[in-house]
C-alpha cells in the first residue's frame, strides 16, 4: 500500500511538471481563487481554474453574446477580489457597465477601451497582457489566427495574467493556441413556486475543450451573487457553491 502511495505521488509531480512547461501553473498562496463553478471545476487539469492563461469563448448569435458576457463576468467577479483592475477591449462594445454591480463587480474597476479596428484591439489585448498589476484582461475579437494566439498566450506566461476572449460572430473556430474553448447559451429561467417576474438567468456551459482537461456540459444560474448548479426539477433549489459578493 506504501508502495502505490509513492507512485501516486510520482504520478500527481510530473503531472503538474507537464502542466508548467506547458504553461498552465497551479496557483498558490493570494493568487489562488475559487470560482464557485462547483463540479465544472473538476474539469480542469488539477482542479483549478487554468489562471495566466488565455481561455476563448464563442458566441455565434446576440443571445449567446449575452449569456456569455454575464458568465464571464461571474468569473471576473471572483478572480477580481484577489487581484487588481481589469481591461475590457472591445471594437462594439454592448455591455451597460452598471449592470457588472450584479456579478459583484465595481464598474470604475474596470477600464474600457473602445477601438475602431480588430487589429487595433487585438494589439491592445496582446499589451495589456503584459501588465502584472491587472487581474484580468478581456478582449471582443472576431477572428483571431494561430500565430496571433500564441502571442497572446506567451503574454500571459510571463505576466501571469488571466485573458478572456470573446469571440462574437466567428466566421470559423479554428484551432488556436488558447487553453479552453466555451460556448455559453442562455437556457430558460426558473421562478420560484408563486412568485411572479422574471427568473435569474441561467445558461448552458459547454466547456469544448480544455488542454489536459476534461470537457463537459453543464447548466449553471446566477442568483444572489452565487453561481450554482441547476436542478432538472424546477421544484427543487439549486445547489448553492459560493457567494461572489
Not at 497551479?26 to 495566466?52: C, H, Y
Not at 456540459?217 to 441547476?230: A, H, L, T, V
Request: a positive charge; hydrophobic letters at 40%.
Amino acid at each position: 500500500m506504501e508502495q502505490s502511495f509513492v507512485k501516486n505521488n510520482i504520478f500527481q509531480e510530473l503531472q503538474r511538471e507537464i502542466l508548467a512547461l506547458q504553461g498552465l501553473k497551479r496557483p498558490i498562496g493570494k493568487q489562488s481563487f475559487d470560482t464557485g463553478l462547483g463540479p465544472l471545476e473538476n474539469a480542469f487539469p488539477d482542479q483549478a481554474f487554468p489562471l495566466g492563461a488565455v481561455h476563448e469563448f464563442i458566441s455565434p448569435t446576440p443571445e449567446g453574446i449575452s449569456a456569455t458576457t454575464g458568465f464571464i463576468a461571474g468569473l471576473l467577479g471572483a478572480l477580481m477580489r484577489q487581484r487588481g483592475p481589469c481591461l475590457w477591449i472591445s471594437t462594439r462594445r454592448t455591455l451597460f457597465p452598471p449592470a457588472l454591480k450584479s456579478f459583484g463587480i465595481a464598474p470604475d474597476r474596470v477600464i474600457f477601451i473602445d477601438l475602431a479596428r480588430e487589429r487595433d484591439a487585438l494589439w491592445a489585448m496582446e499589451e495589456a497582457l503584459k501588465c502584472e498589476a491587472l487581474a484580468a484582461v478581456i478582449g471582443e475579437i472576431r477572428e483571431i489566427n494561430l500565430t496571433e494566439s500564441r502571442r497572446l498566450q506567451l503574454a500571459v506566461e510571463k505576466s501571469r495574467v488571466t485573458g478572456f476572449l470573446h469571440r462574437c460572430f466567428p466566421r470559423k473556430a479554428g484551432n488556436i493556441a488558447c487553453v479552453s474553448r466555451w460556448q455559453v447559451r442562455p437556457i430558460r429561467s426558473e421562478l420560484e413556486v408563486g412568485l411572479p417576474g422574471v427568473g435569474y438567468p441561467r445558461w448552458n456551459v459547454e466547456l469544448l475543450k480544455i488542454r489536459n482537461g476534461r470537457p463537459g456540459k453543464w447548466q449553471i444560474e446566477w442568483s444572489d451573487g452565487r453561481f450554482r448548479n441547476c436542478e432538472t426539477n424546477h421544484m427543487k433549489t439549486p445547489q448553492i457553491y459560493q457567494k461572489a459578493g
